[in-house]
């Protein structure tokens, strides 16, 4: 009778301890933590690779980055955050950022350095060291000190090109003014040389 009970009191155990491992597996499972991953580029120190540091601990190209992380770059290396179809930023060196991630989008505490966005799905909001919160659309950049900026692109330099053209051109046409002004209002373009032309 003994041997009964025993072994229906370890048939009991085995079946709760198989419910609990299997509901637990179920759990484990439902909770989707999205992960993103960091491409770490930069100088090489002591011949060794450059690295970051995830939530204080040392990380190199490939490592696995979670919503709410604090990423900080040195100055010798600078770091690509992938997120997949969420986006991808560009921390550069020197930087601070805690990332804040979901299925909608990023957000993120600049607390030093430079973001730059260049992917992603919608609009990106860093809020600087000042309290601003910048909406930064990809190719745009925030700064911890003070908040957006503008993309580093050639677009710049376009529009100093014109204002220096402008500036040439306007000048050549004041001196033209001025000469025509100060010579009696006799203005000679071409000069008295001899024209020679060919014979037929």
Known sequence: MNSKLWIRQALSLCLVVTTIATYSMVALAGSKKIAGEILVSG???NGESPFITVNGEA???GHSIFSTS???TP???ETIVNLGKIGKIELAPNTILVLSFNEKGINGDLLAGRVTVLNAADI????TVNGLISKLNVGESAVATTGKVQDDDDDDDDDGGIIWWA???GGAAAGIIIAAATNNNRVSLGGGGTIITPSR
């Open 59 to 61: 990380a190199q190209s």
């Open 43 to 45: 100088k090489n120190v």
């Open 70 to 72: 604090t990423i900080a």
């Open 75 to 77: 100055e010798n290396a």
């Open 167 to 169: 500036l040439v051109l």
């Open 124 to 127: 990106v909001n860093i809020k």
